[in-house]
């Protein structure tokens, strides 16, 4: 990062048992660790791998526990040292609705249950949803369920629904809650991709951007959350002037939010 604006740099000389080619995996970064689940390659894959960028190595951690399969597309985010897996696709094609924690201070894992929203449903099985930590709450959205029971015969869902997920402090969870929410639904995507904002001068009122994905019609859109209400942006240039991706990523920095994508 310049005062100039981002600038790319490939990095080179690493060591170390480095990931092989995948897609629809995900990572995340704790302090200096870059941590690698998941993805697809002729196969799902079950690896765990972790690039310190400080000593620019690759390793993989002894991990022990309720170790889960390897899976694509799902949600991975990071509360201090742990990390929570929910959803995606497992091998056979089947989607998932589990929801595991990785202790990364000793890389153990734990299959997790959370309890039942109140008011309806849990979130069924899914992939290609947003899962964003906002204070001690993860927040769901979207993705593409198989309305098929044969995961050979995909029947796809993709969906706007919205979910909370309340952390307990340290490790486990509370449960799943439907929040009531106000003004204009996010129309059903899936492999869109949430970022969180929060106005550094209050550190309140957190909005949360979520920047196009794929539908049922192949399009994409650009909507904003702000306290649990929706709008379409105002400013120049939007939706229109953003090109649809699908499997991409954003993240905020400072005032500005940057997105990275595929096609």
Same mark, same amino acid.
């Given at each position: 990062?310049? &005062?100039?604006?981002?600038?790319?740099?490939?990095? !080179?000389?690493?060591?170390?048992?480095?990931?092989?080619?995948?897609?629809?995996?995900?990572?995340?970064?704790?302090?200096?660790?870059?941590?690698?689940?998941?993805?697809?390659?002729?196969?799902?894959?079950?690896?765990?791998?972790?690039?310190?960028?400080?000593?620019?190595?690759?390793?993989?951690?002894?991990?022990?526990?309720?170790?889960?399969?390897?899976?694509?597309?799902?949600?991975?985010?990071?509360?201090?040292?742990?990390?929570?897996?929910?959803?995606?696709?497992?091998?056979?094609?089947?989607?998932?609705?589990?929801?595991?924690?990785?202790?990364?201070?000793?890389?153990?894992?734990?299959?997790?249950?959370?309890?039942?929203? &109140?008011?309806?449903?849990?979130?069924?099985?899914? !992939?290609?949803?947003?899962?964003?930590?906002?204070?001690?709450?993860?927040? !769901?959205?979207?993705?593409?369920?198989?309305?098929?029971?044969?995961?050979?015969?995909?029947?796809?869902?993709?969906?706007?629904?919205?979910?909370?997920?309340?952390?307990?402090?340290?490790?486990?969870?509370?449960?799943?809650?439907?929040?009531?929410?106000?003004?204009?639904?996010?129309?059903?995507?899936?492999?869109?991709?949430?970022?969180?904002?929060?106005?550094?001068?209050?550190?309140?009122?957190?909005?949360?951007?979520?920047?196009?994905?794929?539908?049922?019609?192949?399009?994409?859109?650009?909507?904003?959350?702000?306290?649990?209400?929706?709008?379409?942006?105002?400013?120049?240039?939007?939706?229109?002037?953003?090109?649809?991706?699908?499997?991409?990523?954003?993240?905020?920095?400072?005032?500005?939010?940057?997105?990275?994508?595929?096609?």
């Amino acid at each position: 990062w310049s &005062k100039k604006g981002p600038r790319w740099k490939r990095v !080179l000389g690493w060591s170390g048992p480095v990931p092989r080619p995948r897609h629809g995996h995900r990572a995340v970064a704790i302090k200096e660790l870059m941590v690698v689940f998941g993805g697809g390659n002729e196969g799902i894959v079950d690896e765990l791998h972790v690039y310190n960028t400080a000593t620019n190595q690759w390793f993989i951690p002894a991990v022990r526990g309720d170790i889960p399969p390897g899976c694509a597309a799902y949600g991975f985010v990071c509360d201090g040292t742990r990390l929570l897996v929910f959803g995606g696709m497992v091998e056979y094609g089947k989607y998932s609705n589990d929801l595991y924690e990785l202790q990364a201070s000793r890389w153990e894992w734990k299959k997790l249950k959370a309890k039942n929203p &109140k008011n309806g449903p849990p979130p069924c099985p899914r !992939l290609g949803h947003s899962f964003s930590l906002v204070g001690n709450k993860c927040y !769901l959205f979207g993705g593409l369920a198989n309305d098929s029971e044969d995961p050979k015969n995909n029947i796809p869902r993709y969906l706007n629904d919205l979910y909370t997920l309340e952390l307990r402090a340290g490790s486990s969870v509370v449960g799943w809650d439907i929040p009531i929410t106000y003004g204009v639904l996010p129309p059903p995507r899936e492999s869109h991709t949430a970022v969180v904002y929060t106005e550094k001068a209050t550190r309140k009122s957190p909005y949360k951007f979520r920047v196009a994905g794929i539908n049922a019609c192949g399009r994409g859109a650009f909507s904003e959350i702000s306290a649990f209400k929706t709008c379409l942006p105002g400013f120049p240039g939007a939706p229109c002037a953003i090109k649809i991706n699908f499997t991409h990523r954003c993240a905020i920095r400072d005032h500005m939010s940057h997105g990275f994508g595929t096609k």
